[in-house]
């Protein structure tokens, strides 16, 4: 299947929210007024739909999947979503990769990444950035990343900011990860967003660690935040060319209707590659490792016949 941008696209990296995701995140004291403000001057998302009890998440995911070409989505899936997704996977055989939401600090948590495991999912999704009092190298985690190391299973993290306002960015630093991948050498650790404000600490551990990699997730509209002027070529330039086209994942964030899967991703970062490759700097067959084959070989996804 090619996308609209002419190639086969899997997204590695998005979201499964649905209503009981809403309600767990307002029972937690967040207010739709709050996160509208904070989305709107922070994202693309000029508006969210509610979902309800009627609200089809997976036919809506699936619609979206078909109308821009993507072959399939990789998903982080929270608690309150998680019973649904199991029906989903079984709904839509192959247009979804499952990563389950893990908090290292409960004491069933290697309990739940290998239900995740047997369930079908191919990885895990942790949230130092958002953690209060534990860090991604302390000895609580560990022994997530054993269960991980277990059962083969993907090790997503968001270090960096995040549109979360309750972060303590005391623990969003990517180098926190460099100690778990040296213990944990058969793991791969993926940063999300590029380390969304964190790069240069992203890039020092394409250096330091063969087993940390890298998503280009969102809109990265961390750019915009750092003390000298960058852009999405440069990153790419810069990503590609350090750990090299193996270690780099093509990711939209996408999360919320009615914005939807986010084809302006998609669009602007195909667009940024592909002016690197007629400027000499990757090749053809890099772009394709980014935007299918890396998050393919690395899930073990097979296409559909």
Same mark, same amino acid.
């Given at each position: ?6 190639? /086969? ?83 839509? /055989? ?14 069933? $948590? ?157 669009? $602007? ?8 490759? $007629? ?27």
């Amino acid at each position: 299947m090619d996308s609209k941008v002419g190639i /086969p696209v899997i997204d590695a990296h998005s979201h499964y929210f649905n209503a009981d995701t809403l309600r767990n995140w307002l029972s937690r004291g967040r207010t739709m007024e709050s996160f509208a403000k904070r989305t709107s001057s922070r994202t693309d998302m000029t508006s969210i739909e509610l979902p309800d009890e009627n609200f089809d998440t997976a036919q809506r995911w699936v619609d979206e999947l078909d109308k821009y070409g993507i072959e399939t989505m990789g998903v982080m899936v929270g608690v309150e979503a998680y019973d649904e997704f199991l029906e989903t996977m079984k709904r839509f /055989p192959d247009r979804f990769i499952g990563y389950a939401n893990i908090n290292p600090a409960e004491p069933d $948590a290697t309990d739940k990444v290998k239900k995740a495991h047997k369930d079908g999912f191919k990885g895990i999704k942790l949230y130092p950035s958002s953690w209060k009092g534990m860090k991604a190298y302390d000895e609580i985690v560990y022994p997530v990343y054993e269960a991980c190391k277990e059962k083969d299973m993907l090790v997503f993290l968001h270090f960096g900011i995040t549109i979360g306002g309750q972060a303590d960015l005391r623990n969003g630093n990517p180098i926190d990860i460099q100690v778990p991948s040296r213990d944990f050498p058969g793991l791969k650790f993926i940063i999300a967003h590029f380390g969304a404000g964190w790069f240069r600490e992203v890039l020092m551990m394409q250096y330091q660690a063969d087993n940390v990699y890298m998503d280009s997730s969102g809109s990265n509209s961390w750019m915009k935040y750092l003390p000298y002027d960058i852009d999405l070529k440069q990153v790419f330039k810069k990503a590609l060319t350090t750990g090299g086209s193996h270690k780099v994942l093509f990711g939209t964030d996408s999360t919320f209707f009615p914005r939807g899967w986010r084809i302006n991703v998609l669009e $602007a970062q195909y667009r940024a590659c592909k002016e690197l490759e $007629a400027d000499g700097v990757i090749t053809s067959e890099d772009i394709h490792n980014v935007f299918y084959g890396n998050i393919q070989r690395m899930t073990g996804y097979k296409p559909p016949v």
